[in-house]
Protein backbone atom coordinates (compact mmCIF):
# COMPACT_ATOMS: atom_id res chain seq x y z
CA UNK A 1 0.00 0.00 0.00
CA UNK A 2 0.99 3.56 -0.45
CA UNK A 3 1.46 6.23 1.74
CA UNK A 4 -1.10 8.42 -0.57
CA UNK A 5 -3.81 6.51 0.89
CA UNK A 6 -6.24 6.42 3.78
CA UNK A 7 -6.50 2.85 5.10
CA UNK A 8 -9.28 1.64 6.92
CA UNK A 9 -8.59 -1.40 9.03
CA UNK A 10 -11.91 -3.43 10.24
CA UNK A 11 -11.38 -3.88 14.40
CA UNK A 12 -8.14 -2.50 14.06
CA UNK A 13 -6.08 -5.61 13.55
CA UNK A 14 -2.63 -4.53 13.36
CA UNK A 15 -2.67 -1.37 14.86
CA UNK A 16 -2.27 -1.83 18.04
CA UNK A 17 -0.92 0.06 21.55
CA UNK A 18 1.48 -1.21 22.80
CA UNK A 19 4.81 -3.37 23.52
CA UNK A 20 6.88 -5.09 21.74
CA UNK A 21 8.41 -4.02 18.01
CA UNK A 22 11.67 -4.66 16.24
CA UNK A 23 14.85 -3.51 17.09
CA UNK A 24 17.02 -5.47 14.49
CA UNK A 25 20.14 -5.85 13.16
CA UNK A 26 18.54 -6.34 9.69
CA UNK A 27 16.24 -4.05 7.55
CA UNK A 28 12.61 -3.65 9.23
CA UNK A 29 9.74 -6.16 7.87
CA UNK A 30 6.85 -7.93 8.39
CA UNK A 31 7.02 -10.22 11.47
CA UNK A 32 4.36 -12.22 13.29
CA UNK A 33 5.16 -11.64 16.76
CA UNK A 34 4.49 -14.08 19.72
CA UNK A 35 2.32 -13.02 22.67
CA UNK A 36 2.81 -15.42 25.61
CA UNK A 37 -0.01 -17.22 27.67
CA UNK A 38 0.67 -14.77 30.42
CA UNK A 39 0.08 -11.90 28.96
CA UNK A 40 -2.90 -12.76 27.34
CA UNK A 41 -4.32 -14.05 30.11
CA UNK A 42 -3.83 -10.31 31.99
CA UNK A 43 -4.87 -8.24 29.24
CA UNK A 44 -8.13 -10.81 29.26
CA UNK A 45 -8.81 -9.96 32.49
CA UNK A 46 -8.66 -6.02 32.61
CA UNK A 47 -10.66 -5.68 29.46
CA UNK A 48 -13.37 -6.90 31.36
CA UNK A 49 -13.73 -3.57 32.99
CA UNK A 50 -10.52 -1.92 32.22
CA UNK A 51 -7.53 -0.86 34.92
CA UNK A 52 -8.21 1.18 37.95
CA UNK A 53 -7.84 5.00 37.19
CA UNK A 54 -5.07 4.83 39.95
CA UNK A 55 -2.96 2.55 37.81
CA UNK A 56 -2.74 5.92 34.94
CA UNK A 57 -0.64 8.47 35.04
CA UNK A 58 -1.31 11.40 36.35
CA UNK A 59 -1.24 13.69 33.36
CA UNK A 60 -2.48 10.98 30.87
CA UNK A 61 -4.26 12.61 28.00
CA UNK A 62 -7.21 12.40 26.96
CA UNK A 63 -6.34 11.96 23.14
CA UNK A 64 -3.24 11.49 21.76
CA UNK A 65 -2.10 11.20 18.02
CA UNK A 66 0.83 9.00 17.83
CA UNK A 67 3.97 10.73 15.76
CA UNK A 68 6.96 9.45 14.38
CA UNK A 69 9.88 9.53 16.66
CA UNK A 70 7.24 8.61 19.50
CA UNK A 71 8.83 4.60 21.22
CA UNK A 72 6.27 2.63 22.64
CA UNK A 73 8.37 2.55 26.18
CA UNK A 74 7.56 6.16 25.46
CA UNK A 75 3.69 6.01 24.85
CA UNK A 76 3.30 3.37 27.66
CA UNK A 77 4.64 5.85 30.06
CA UNK A 78 2.40 8.33 28.93
CA UNK A 79 -0.74 6.54 29.88
CA UNK A 80 0.27 4.26 33.02
CA UNK A 81 2.65 5.13 35.89
CA UNK A 82 4.42 1.26 35.48
CA UNK A 83 5.60 1.12 31.48
CA UNK A 84 6.50 -2.40 31.74
CA UNK A 85 3.11 -3.21 32.61
CA UNK A 86 2.00 -3.32 28.85
CA UNK A 87 -0.75 -6.19 28.96
CA UNK A 88 -3.04 -3.54 31.41
CA UNK A 89 -2.64 -1.14 28.50
CA UNK A 90 -3.74 -3.62 25.94
CA UNK A 91 -6.35 -4.96 28.08
CA UNK A 92 -8.26 -1.37 28.12
CA UNK A 93 -8.56 -2.18 24.21
CA UNK A 94 -8.56 -6.07 23.87
CA UNK A 95 -11.75 -5.62 21.76
CA UNK A 96 -10.68 -3.69 18.54
CA UNK A 97 -6.90 -4.78 19.36
CA UNK A 98 -5.72 -8.74 18.21
CA UNK A 99 -1.81 -8.15 17.82
CA UNK A 100 -0.17 -6.27 20.54
CA UNK A 101 2.60 -5.68 19.18
CA UNK A 102 1.96 -2.67 16.27
CA UNK A 103 1.46 1.05 16.45
CA UNK A 104 1.79 3.36 13.91
CA UNK A 105 2.02 7.00 13.40
CA UNK A 106 -1.06 8.60 12.74
CA UNK A 107 -3.34 6.93 14.80
CA UNK A 108 -5.21 8.32 17.61
CA UNK A 109 -5.52 6.93 20.83
CA UNK A 110 -8.52 8.05 23.22
CA UNK A 111 -8.75 7.52 27.03
CA UNK A 112 -12.71 6.45 28.29
CA UNK A 113 -13.00 6.82 31.88
CA UNK A 114 -15.81 5.43 33.60
CA UNK A 115 -16.99 3.89 36.81
CA UNK A 116 -13.38 4.23 38.53
CA UNK A 117 -11.79 2.41 35.67
CA UNK A 118 -10.23 3.79 31.88
CA UNK A 119 -9.51 1.86 28.66
CA UNK A 120 -7.89 3.34 26.04
CA UNK A 121 -9.33 2.87 22.62
CA UNK A 122 -8.69 3.42 19.01
CA UNK A 123 -12.13 5.22 18.06
CA UNK A 124 -13.43 8.00 20.41
CA UNK A 125 -16.00 6.57 23.14
CA UNK A 126 -18.90 5.88 21.49
CA UNK A 127 -18.00 5.39 18.13
CA UNK A 128 -17.67 2.31 16.26
CA UNK A 129 -14.41 1.10 15.54
CA UNK A 130 -15.83 -0.15 11.97
CA UNK A 131 -15.53 2.98 10.78
CA UNK A 132 -11.88 3.76 11.99
CA UNK A 133 -9.60 4.99 9.50
CA UNK A 134 -5.59 5.66 9.63
CA UNK A 135 -4.23 8.87 7.41
CA UNK A 136 -0.81 8.99 6.76
CA UNK A 137 0.83 12.32 5.48
CA UNK A 138 1.57 12.02 1.25
CA UNK A 139 5.20 11.22 0.51
CA UNK A 140 7.40 11.19 -2.88
CA UNK A 141 8.28 7.03 -1.56
CA UNK A 142 5.86 3.97 -1.01
CA UNK A 143 5.69 2.25 2.17
CA UNK A 144 4.29 -0.57 3.95
CA UNK A 145 2.35 0.51 7.24
CA UNK A 146 4.18 -2.49 9.28
CA UNK A 147 7.44 -1.05 8.44
CA UNK A 148 6.35 2.40 10.04
CA UNK A 149 5.47 0.08 13.58
CA UNK A 150 6.94 2.10 15.84
CA UNK A 151 10.17 0.71 18.26
CA UNK A 152 10.41 -0.42 21.87
CA UNK A 153 12.72 2.66 22.24
CA UNK A 154 15.23 4.64 19.85
CA UNK A 155 16.31 2.13 17.79
CA UNK A 156 20.14 3.94 17.96
CA UNK A 157 20.44 3.30 21.57
CA UNK A 158 20.53 -1.11 21.58
CA UNK A 159 21.41 -2.04 17.74
CA UNK A 160 24.70 -1.28 18.06
CA UNK A 161 24.70 -3.86 21.32
CA UNK A 162 23.43 -6.60 19.51
CA UNK A 163 26.97 -7.48 17.69
CA UNK A 164 28.74 -5.65 20.19
CA UNK A 165 28.96 -7.54 22.99
CA UNK A 166 30.33 -10.82 23.14
CA UNK A 167 30.62 -12.82 26.39
CA UNK A 168 33.00 -16.06 25.94
CA UNK A 169 34.77 -18.78 28.05
CA UNK A 170 38.68 -18.19 28.30
CA UNK A 171 39.53 -20.60 25.46
CA UNK A 172 36.94 -19.26 22.42
CA UNK A 173 39.55 -16.52 21.43
CA UNK A 174 42.63 -18.08 21.76
CA UNK A 175 41.87 -20.70 18.91
CA UNK A 176 39.81 -18.17 17.20
CA UNK A 177 41.40 -17.52 13.58
CA UNK A 178 43.75 -14.54 14.07
CA UNK A 179 45.22 -11.54 12.22
CA UNK A 180 49.03 -12.20 11.05
CA UNK A 181 50.03 -9.80 8.54
CA UNK A 182 48.49 -6.70 6.82
CA UNK A 183 49.53 -4.89 3.28
CA UNK A 184 51.83 -2.71 3.25
CA UNK A 185 53.17 -4.02 6.80
CA UNK A 186 50.84 -1.75 8.32
CA UNK A 187 50.58 -1.67 12.28
CA UNK A 188 47.11 -0.15 12.55
CA UNK A 189 44.49 -0.96 10.33
CA UNK A 190 41.20 0.95 9.48
CA UNK A 191 37.98 0.21 7.10
CA UNK A 192 38.74 -0.10 3.95
CA UNK A 193 41.95 -2.38 4.66
CA UNK A 194 43.11 -5.53 3.66
CA UNK A 195 44.63 -8.22 6.08
CA UNK A 196 45.87 -11.68 6.03
CA UNK A 197 44.26 -14.49 8.35
CA UNK A 198 45.45 -17.74 9.62
CA UNK A 199 42.85 -20.31 11.35
CA UNK A 200 43.29 -23.11 13.86
CA UNK A 201 44.36 -26.20 12.21
CA UNK A 202 41.38 -27.93 12.78
CA UNK A 203 39.71 -25.37 11.19
CA UNK A 204 41.23 -23.34 8.69
CA UNK A 205 39.56 -20.14 6.95
CA UNK A 206 37.37 -21.14 3.67
CA UNK A 207 35.53 -19.80 1.27
CA UNK A 208 33.31 -23.09 0.28
CA UNK A 209 29.94 -23.30 0.20
CA UNK A 210 28.60 -23.74 3.97
CA UNK A 211 31.45 -21.55 5.14
CA UNK A 212 31.13 -18.29 7.41
CA UNK A 213 32.28 -15.03 5.09
CA UNK A 214 31.26 -12.98 7.34
CA UNK A 215 33.33 -12.18 10.59
CA UNK A 216 33.94 -9.59 13.91
CA UNK A 217 36.79 -8.80 14.94
CA UNK A 218 37.87 -8.74 18.84
CA UNK A 219 40.47 -8.14 21.42
CA UNK A 220 41.39 -9.10 24.48
CA UNK A 221 38.67 -10.89 26.62
CA UNK A 222 38.41 -9.28 29.90
CA UNK A 223 36.93 -11.09 32.52
CA UNK A 224 33.66 -10.13 34.40
CA UNK A 225 33.46 -10.78 37.83
CA UNK A 226 30.63 -11.28 39.99
CA UNK A 227 31.01 -8.36 42.42
CA UNK A 228 29.50 -10.03 45.07
CA UNK A 229 31.29 -13.48 45.02
CA UNK A 230 33.87 -13.15 42.98
CA UNK A 231 33.69 -15.72 40.40
CA UNK A 232 34.55 -14.83 37.12
CA UNK A 233 31.08 -15.34 35.13
CA UNK A 234 32.65 -15.45 31.22
CA UNK A 235 34.98 -12.90 29.32
CA UNK A 236 33.88 -9.81 27.27
CA UNK A 237 35.58 -9.70 24.28
CA UNK A 238 36.25 -5.73 22.91
CA UNK A 239 34.64 -5.46 19.59
CA UNK A 240 36.86 -3.43 16.68
CA UNK A 241 34.88 -4.35 13.26
CA UNK A 242 33.81 -6.34 10.81
CA UNK A 243 35.55 -8.24 7.83
CA UNK A 244 34.73 -10.01 5.16
CA UNK A 245 37.10 -13.29 3.48
CA UNK A 246 37.60 -12.94 0.17
CA UNK A 247 40.19 -15.64 -0.35
CA UNK A 248 40.95 -18.69 2.05
CA UNK A 249 43.84 -20.35 3.56
CA UNK A 250 45.54 -22.52 1.25
CA UNK A 251 48.92 -24.15 0.10
CA UNK A 252 51.10 -23.09 -3.16
CA UNK A 253 53.58 -25.31 -4.96
CA UNK A 254 56.75 -23.35 -5.60
CA UNK A 255 60.48 -23.69 -6.70
CA UNK A 256 63.04 -23.25 -3.46
CA UNK A 257 66.30 -21.57 -4.34
CA UNK A 258 67.79 -25.07 -4.52
CA UNK A 259 65.01 -26.32 -7.61
CA UNK A 260 63.22 -28.14 -5.32
CA UNK A 261 59.11 -28.57 -5.32
CA UNK A 262 57.65 -27.33 -2.38
CA UNK A 263 54.20 -26.83 -0.90
CA UNK A 264 53.73 -23.74 1.49
CA UNK A 265 50.81 -22.67 3.39
CA UNK A 266 49.59 -19.28 2.46
CA UNK A 267 46.92 -17.17 5.22
CA UNK A 268 43.37 -16.44 4.14
CA UNK A 269 42.76 -12.88 2.72
CA UNK A 270 40.49 -10.47 4.60
CA UNK A 271 39.08 -7.12 3.84
CA UNK A 272 38.31 -4.79 6.67
CA UNK A 273 34.56 -3.15 6.07
CA UNK A 274 33.98 -1.69 9.61
CA UNK A 275 36.48 -0.54 11.78
CA UNK A 276 35.38 0.93 15.50
CA UNK A 277 38.98 1.26 16.35
CA UNK A 278 42.18 0.28 14.51
CA UNK A 279 42.67 -3.00 14.34
CA UNK A 280 46.40 -5.18 14.30
CA UNK A 281 48.23 -8.15 13.70
CA UNK A 282 47.25 -10.85 16.88
CA UNK A 283 43.58 -9.94 16.94
CA UNK A 284 41.01 -12.45 16.47
CA UNK A 285 38.01 -13.26 14.34
CA UNK A 286 34.95 -15.01 15.24
CA UNK A 287 32.15 -15.75 13.00
CA UNK A 288 28.93 -12.76 12.34
CA UNK A 289 25.48 -14.22 13.63
CA UNK A 290 23.04 -14.47 10.75
CA UNK A 291 20.75 -10.93 10.51
CA UNK A 292 17.75 -11.63 12.62
CA UNK A 293 15.04 -9.60 14.40
CA UNK A 294 14.64 -9.49 17.69
CA UNK A 295 11.25 -8.86 19.34
CA UNK A 296 11.58 -6.80 22.87
CA UNK A 297 8.02 -6.79 24.66
CA UNK A 298 8.59 -5.32 27.81
CA UNK A 299 7.85 -7.36 31.20
CA UNK A 300 8.24 -7.85 35.06
CA UNK A 301 10.20 -11.32 35.44
CA UNK A 302 8.35 -14.19 36.77
CA UNK A 303 11.44 -15.25 38.74
CA UNK A 304 12.82 -13.54 41.67
CA UNK A 305 15.83 -11.42 40.68
CA UNK A 306 18.56 -10.03 42.92
CA UNK A 307 21.17 -9.54 40.52
CA UNK A 308 24.39 -6.75 40.53
CA UNK A 309 25.64 -4.72 38.42
CA UNK A 310 29.09 -6.17 37.08
CA UNK A 311 30.13 -3.65 34.49
CA UNK A 312 29.85 -0.58 32.40
CA UNK A 313 30.10 -1.40 28.88
CA UNK A 314 32.85 0.43 26.87
CA UNK A 315 33.62 2.20 29.71
CA UNK A 316 36.22 0.70 31.96
CA UNK A 317 37.45 3.83 32.64
CA UNK A 318 34.81 5.40 33.71
CA UNK A 319 32.90 4.94 37.54
CA UNK A 320 28.96 5.94 36.46
CA UNK A 321 27.38 4.75 33.96
CA UNK A 322 24.36 7.39 32.83
CA UNK A 323 20.77 6.96 31.12
CA UNK A 324 20.83 5.38 27.37
CA UNK A 325 24.22 3.34 28.63
CA UNK A 326 24.53 -0.27 28.83
CA UNK A 327 25.60 -2.79 31.68
CA UNK A 328 26.41 -5.82 32.42
CA UNK A 329 24.61 -7.73 35.09
CA UNK A 330 25.56 -10.96 36.88
CA UNK A 331 22.64 -13.34 35.78
CA UNK A 332 21.63 -14.72 32.51
CA UNK A 333 20.07 -17.35 30.90
CA UNK A 334 20.47 -20.27 33.07
CA UNK A 335 19.06 -18.07 35.97
CA UNK A 336 15.76 -17.35 33.81
CA UNK A 337 16.82 -13.75 32.48
CA UNK A 338 15.42 -13.26 29.11
CA UNK A 339 15.17 -10.07 26.91
CA UNK A 340 12.59 -7.50 27.69
CA UNK A 341 12.67 -7.76 31.66
CA UNK A 342 12.25 -4.81 32.93
CA UNK A 343 14.56 -4.59 36.25
CA UNK A 344 14.40 -1.77 39.11
CA UNK A 345 17.80 -0.14 39.82
CA UNK A 346 18.71 0.36 43.52
CA UNK A 347 21.62 2.68 44.26
CA UNK A 348 24.65 0.35 46.45
CA UNK A 349 24.30 2.41 49.80
CA UNK A 350 27.79 3.74 50.59
CA UNK A 351 29.89 3.29 53.96
CA UNK A 352 31.10 6.14 55.50
CA UNK A 353 32.25 7.52 59.24
CA UNK A 354 30.20 9.15 60.85
CA UNK A 355 32.00 12.02 62.15
CA UNK A 356 29.09 12.74 64.62
CA UNK A 357 30.64 10.16 66.34
CA UNK A 358 33.34 10.12 68.99
CA UNK A 359 34.82 7.05 67.70
CA UNK A 360 34.11 7.64 64.33
CA UNK A 361 32.33 4.30 64.14
CA UNK A 362 31.35 3.42 59.96
CA UNK A 363 28.12 3.30 59.28
CA UNK A 364 26.26 1.93 55.89
CA UNK A 365 23.75 4.21 53.85
CA UNK A 366 20.35 2.78 52.90
CA UNK A 367 20.05 1.79 49.19
CA UNK A 368 17.93 4.02 47.29
CA UNK A 369 15.48 3.25 44.26
CA UNK A 370 17.25 4.83 40.58
CA UNK A 371 15.36 4.06 38.08
CA UNK A 372 14.06 0.94 35.55
CA UNK A 373 16.91 -1.07 32.99
CA UNK A 374 15.51 -3.46 30.50
CA UNK A 375 17.41 -6.48 29.54
CA UNK A 376 18.04 -6.66 25.57
CA UNK A 377 20.82 -9.54 25.03
CA UNK A 378 21.55 -12.56 27.71
CA UNK A 379 24.27 -15.45 27.95
CA UNK A 380 24.57 -18.25 29.93
CA UNK A 381 25.96 -16.40 33.44
CA UNK A 382 25.82 -12.44 32.43
CA UNK A 383 22.90 -10.21 30.75
CA UNK A 384 22.73 -6.71 29.17
CA UNK A 385 20.87 -4.38 29.87
CA UNK A 386 19.75 -0.53 28.95
CA UNK A 387 19.40 1.96 31.47
CA UNK A 388 16.31 3.17 31.09
CA UNK A 389 15.05 5.97 33.41
CA UNK A 390 18.24 6.51 36.54
CA UNK A 391 18.18 9.68 38.86
CA UNK A 392 21.73 9.34 39.64
CA UNK A 393 25.01 7.65 38.13
CA UNK A 394 24.87 3.51 37.82
CA UNK A 395 27.92 2.29 39.57
CA UNK A 396 29.53 -1.11 39.47
CA UNK A 397 27.86 -2.84 42.56
CA UNK A 398 24.93 -1.43 42.22
CA UNK A 399 21.36 -3.68 42.45
CA UNK A 400 18.77 -4.73 40.63
CA UNK A 401 15.40 -6.22 41.86
CA UNK A 402 11.83 -6.98 40.36
CA UNK A 403 9.90 -3.81 39.57
CA UNK A 404 7.16 -3.22 41.97
Not at 11 to 16: D, F, K, R, S
Amino acid sequence: MTAFTSMRRTALGALTIIAGAILAVAPAQAQNYPVSASQRATAQQVSERGVPLSELAANAPDTYTVKRGDTLWGISGMYLKRPWRWPELWGMNLETIKNPHLIFPGQTLYLDKEGGYARLRTTPPGASAENQTVRVSPRTRSDSLTDTALPTLKPHLIEPFLVEPLVVDADVLRRAPRIVATTEDRVLMASGDRAYVRGDAASPVRVEPGEPRFFRVFRDAVALKDPVTGEILGYEAQYLGKAEVVRGESFEENIDSKGRRISEYVPATVDLSVAKEEIRAGDRLLPAPERAFTSYTPHAPEIEVDARVVSIYGSSAVSYAAQNQVIAINMGSQDGIEPGHVLALQTRGQRIKDKTDDAKATIKLPSESNGTAMVFRTFDRVSYALLLEIQTGVRVGDRLVNPQ
